[in-house]
């Protein structure tokens, strides 16, 4: 009977513990933690051998690093987004240069990049400087640290670099015991790093029983908030030594009232003191001296020594202005400002030669006016801006450059990099609608006006901004062959008006006047600049603070509007 009883117990002690050690199975893999490993070539997205991930700040970001012959290396474009975008790349000259208020420094970019040119005296790097992977250019992080604020720490298995551009307040942590850090919050989450107990972490995020953290060799993951102890803000510290570039900018005292002048021949003082008999508070005078005459950096002058002598002696200034606009009229060459400017020899040949003009002249100035640069020179010409500027700087003169108002097809002028490296950045205030257009409408409304300068105080300082005003308008005709337009000058409108009998009217939209009248077949419009429309256009200016008003140009104007700006620059 025993025997039997025994028989039949074992096999149902034996279905108990199978099946408690199932359950218990099911229970430990629940409440256990997970041992799995997360493969960590694949959490930095790492693909190559060289490939090393970024963690900036507390992120890691998409763009990724290179590590190569023990240096670490950025994409240009990464340099660009995070680090400093005034780098300039010459692909068909294979240089990389930077230019700062004193110098052009440059790096062949390939096997010679070891080598660093400061105006053109060398100085060895111990390290190669840039390189291109295919089409994508590699910057060495140190060489960029020359010229960008931020540090950078390198770890490896696997390779990836730590790296800082802000210094803030952060929270650190020590750990209570032995710790696995991982991918999630959740036990069952792989493994990123095993940390020993009183390791430092950084908490990024706390959660109910989790928190984010970043180790010591900047790991980002999860840990339990029980094995945390020990919290402490901090204030990270910066660990470079880099000085920002100072750029002096020449400045003129008080508001400025620049007289563009306009000239097709040499003219002396006396002329320049007939045109500004009836001017009142001109305290520059910008005349069209230097045109460009062809694509290797030549000029045509006519600069004149007693109209500087007869301008200082009224106390005025004198920027000259060069300027692309009358070359093909008057020479038969179209400017091209790629073949041009994205030479370097080419750059030094005009820079040398405006220089030459200044230095002869005693010129207080040079305005640059290129108005038909292409997106596709856009780079170069602002190389040819740094790169004037320190001339300008060395020898204390002006550098203003005019810039049409700001719209995405003028993007590539670069305004924020003008107003950087440029005393002056001058806003060409007005054809708002102009002959080819397409659309008749007003030279220069007030919305036009005013959103120009807002526009460009978003990236160039107040104190850097000039806005020119216009001293003519157009009668716009739209008639049986279509829509045509004639300019007409500021001192004209009077006889115009009095010719056509229109009387104008108030327009509170644009605030000018307008006037129209129909004759036929065709319909006359036209938005009047006159007295009204510059006080209006001035008090904006005045309202936003910038430095001055332009004018375009001397000669066109009526000559009770001398009065208004007069009042605007406060003489």
Sequence with gaps: MKKRIILVLVPIVLIIIIVAAAFGGKI??????????????????????????????????????KFVHGTHYFTLSTVEKYFTDRFYVNTDEQVLLFTTDTDVIKINIGDASNVMYVSDTPQELDYM??????????????????????????????????????????????????TAVRYQGGIKSPILQELPADAQVTVLEEMDNWSKVKTESSIIGYVENKRLTDKTVSQRMCGTDFQEIVYNNVQKEGMINLAFHQVFENVDGNYLANALSSTKSVNVVSPTWFRLTDNNGGIASLANASYVSKAHELGIDVWALVTDVDSTNLYGVTIDFDELL?????????????????????????????????SSAGTHFVQFLREISIETRRRGIVLSVDNYVPSEYTAHYNRKEQGIVADYIIIMGYDEHYVGGGVAGSNASIGFVEDGIANTKEVVPAEKIINAIPFYTRIWETGPNGLTASTIAMSAEPSWIAQTGVTPGWSDEFCQ???????????????????????????????????GVASWKLGLEDSAVWDVIAEYVGQ
């Design 129 to 178: 400087a840039a390189f291109y992977d295919g089409d994508v250019l590699y910057i060495a992080a140190k060489y960029v640290q020359k010229f960008a604020n931020f540090e950078y720490y390198g770890f490896t298995e696997p390779e990836h670099m730590q790296v800082y551009t802000q210094w803030d307040e952060y929270t650190s942590a020590k750990l209570t015991k032995k």
């Design 28 to 65: 430990w893999d629940r409440f256990s933690y997970s041992r799995e490993h997360a493969d960590l070539n694949e959490y930095f997205g790492l693909t190559e051998d060289s490939d090393c991930a970024i963690v900036l700040q507390d992120e890691i970001v998409d763009d990724m690093a």
């Design 342 to 374: 994205s030479s370097s020899e080419k750059r030094k040949v005009l820079i040398s030669a405006l220089m030459n003009e200044v230095d002869t002249y005693g010129l207080d100035g040079i305005n640059i006016d290129f108005e038909k640069v292409k």
């Design 513 to 547: 006047n307008y006037a129209e009248y129909q004759s036929g077949d065709t319909l006359y419009q036209c938005w009047l600049e006159d007295v009204d429309s510059i006080r209006v256009k001035l008090q904006v200016m005045q309202n936003q603070g910038i430095k």
